[in-house]
């Protein structure tokens, strides 16, 4: 296991798109478990391949309560969605400002997993917002490009909101 540096804004490799994953193999598992270290580490909500530059379409998150929900996402895509709610959120990759985010209330996700089942999960609340941030990192879209106008602004202090 190794923990990966995250890459912070501006770097470049943020607003690019990631390309679907076509092999499961052992560099895709090892890639997950240092991503989980990682996003465990910087006490993130979730992490997508792309902040460790890996241009890759998966993320990881873990909205669980006790952190004890690990959950890997590859090739997601949204398939249904409602609902609209503004809130504050930040970024493992622009660390020290949050932004007001209109997202949608809640998700349906479909991707697969390490053993290349494909699987679909409801979300609403904030594992909803925390799917569609790391989706957005995955078609290079940061949370500040679509903050409410005005709203980003920097934070002494982690508030403990979203961030992934
Ligand atoms: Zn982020």
Redesign the pocket.
Known sequence: MALLPILKYPHPLLEQASTAIAAWDEHLKALVTDMFETMYRAK?L???AI?VAVPLRVFVADVGRERRQPQVFINPRIVKQSGQIDSV??????PGFEGLVRRSARVRVEAWDLEHKKFSVNASALGARVMQ??I??LDGI??MRKAVPGTVQAVEKKSGNA??
């Not at 959120?89 to 622009?94: H, N, P």
């Open positions: 993130g979730g992490l997508a902040q959120e930040g970024c493992l990759s622009y941030h790391e957005d990192h940061l949370f961030a992934g």
